[in-house]
């Protein structure tokens, strides 16, 4: 999704996001992130300045936070935070959860081997998920999977202390430990790709 992203000709129009629209946005999230409070995201998505919304493309739609500039008499920039795509859940972006390394997004973890594919832009296999004792997600109960399909979901990997990725499950937890092949996780966004490179969106 941002393998080539370049936010000089890729952005195109940019608005202020409606306070409700925002109210909207925080309620997703803590929707797809149970561990997250109001609290937590009031704080680092205050009602002022708004956040603006930013179109690439025909059908994706990137939330900007407005930082100061620690410099004296630099004016301040926007910066990705989230992302969306059509009507698919809000993803949070790299650089806003390596910011906040302590935030419990939902997440799983993939074993060592599937770390070069996913760097390269590939999508999470199913295999990355299960095989390995250094692959983690969450437990499936008799009460349903700890994931279900179209969940967001922040993707680490073995051995290492940043999330590496962002993407979306393709089908639930319970499914990928069944079927164990096939793609398990579409990834929209990963370490090293253009918007991770991004630095503001002027």
Known sequence: MFRKFDPSSDVSTSTQ????????IKSQILNANPEL??????????KKPPLVQYKVGPHLMLY???????QEGVSGSE??????????????ALKFIHQYP???????????GAIP??????????????????????EDTEEGPGLNKGDAVIVYAEGKEH????????????????????????????????????????
Do not use: W
């Open 102 to 112: 302590s935030l419990q997004f939902t997440s799983v973890q993939v074993d060592k």
């Open 64 to 70: 900007c936070r407005y930082e100061e500039s620690d």
């Open 17 to 24: 996001v409606k306070a409700s629209v925002q109210r909207a």
């Open 37 to 46: 409070t109001d609290e937590i995201l009031d704080e680092l998505l205050p």
């Open 163 to 202: 999330a590496i990725a962002v993407g979306v499950m393709t089908m639930s937890s319970a499914d990928v430990r069944k079927e164990n092949k096939g793609i398990g996780i579409e990834i929209a966004h990963f370490l090293g790709d253009g918007l991770f490179q991004t630095k503001e969106i002027k």
């Open 79 to 92: 910066i990705p935070v989230f992302f969306q795509e059509r009507d698919g859940p809000i993803l949070p």
């Open 117 to 138: 594919f996913l760097l390269g832009g590939a999508n999470c296999m199913c295999p990355g998920l299960t095989k390995s004792p250094g692959s983690r997600m969450a």
